[in-house]
């Protein structure tokens, strides 16, 4: 693969956006990036794909606002939003994996700048992995960041105190209990990381993950954006009404305050599938794979991680909306694929989303799927669902509650449509067992098994 083959193909790509997402399919409803861009009043995007053979491809456009506004490049720097926390968790497990830090470690052990407290002022249990995955119970909050001159410490933040604009840090669910994304939990995670070592958020994560996986174009200093203005995407809100100052100070650094750009943050989830496969200097296989192993039964996060497992298009990484911007990035290990968007904008989730689906179609593994003549028979989705499947002369006959059957369409690679809904049926071999019927439906994904 070459610098030649991903640009072919993503200049393809970005002429031929969909609108429509939520199917899985390229609908006729098509727009180019540009179009998009205006559609939505996103004044700037940068897009960066890259390979594990280390090939990338990296373009911009667009602007980046502001009285001096410039044309956006690749080289062009911008908030990294919420990817900041995966960032945040590689340096933890990097530390987890040298010993400083144990992932079922109380908190409690480490932190000595500051006390994490239920309502009642009592100190819960609450671990490493916890804070990492988001179900540690902590305070529902989102950070949208200062002026910078008035931002608080990352301690005031956790109290609640001085020019801090939210709440106090508190537990106020059952440590384990359940998934709750928030803010706060990774707010705590860098004052463990800080106490635990002794060294700056920011100089700790240029050590264990900027600097090693060549991150050049990051950092998590707030100065960083005021050193390269000339570089920076000022951010927008939506309606194209930009940021007094041009952006925001976030001193959550774990949790929002990464400045990057598309082709750093490829990197890093490249470097994320390699550990993964035993291939990284940086990262151990168990660490890495607990990275993206849903951390709730059923869950969709990891350890700073989103994950995509459905059959046909897994994928791994992380999203970002801070005030002023929107972003993405994610590898696709089974290609071997990553890409990355960033915007100047709040208004850049549609966008985004049919770049992403434009990378999901291009990327999506290929599943086997079981021969339809060992298909048929009773499936139960749920209680309360039963389908039945029936084959008569090589189609697919599906019959719900309370709706007429109907014969579905097959599709060239091993799904059956309905011809009046959007819904898609797969099976899967399943290890010796009854097949697992797959069904989707707006981009939702459930299983049915045979009984």
Known sequence: MDDGDFSQDWVQLLSHLDRQVSSGQLSADTASLPDLMSSYQVPGVSIAVGHLSGQVWAAGYGVTGGETSTPVTERTIFAACSISKHVAAFGALRLVQDGVLDLDTDVRDYLTSWRLLDRAGRQPAVTVRQLLAHTAGLSDTWYR??????????????????????????????????????????????????????????????????????????????????????????????????????????????????????????????????AASGNSTLLDRDLATQMWAPQIPGGSYGLGTEIGDRAGCRRFGHTGLNVGYTCFSYVWPDSGTAVAAMTNSEDGWELLASIRAAADRRYASSLATAPLDDVAGHYVLRDDYPIDVAVTDGQLILSAPGQQRVTLVAAPDGRHLHPGLDLEIRFLPSDGQPHILELRQEGVTQTAKRS
């Open 145 to 274: 960041g200062y002026a910078g001159d008035r931002a608080p410490s990352l301690v005031q933040v956790l109290e609640g105190s001085g020019p801090t604009t939210t709440a106090p840090v508190r537990s106020t669910l059952l440590p384990g209990s359940r998934f709750r994304y928030s803010g706060s939990h990774y707010c705590v995670l860098q004052q463990v990381l800080m106490d635990a070592t002794g060294t700056p958020f920011e100089d700790l994560m240029r050590t264990l993950v900027l600097d090693p996986v060549a991150m050049a174009g990051s950092s998590f200093d707030q100065r960083f954006p005021h050193q390269r203005p000339h570089l920076v995407a000022r951010g927008h809100h939506i309606g194209g009404t930009g940021i007094p100052g041009g952006w925001r100070t976030q001193p959550e650094l774990a949790a929002a305050g990464l400045w990057s750009t598309p082709t750093d943050l490829l990197r890093l989830d490249l470097e994320i599938a390699r």
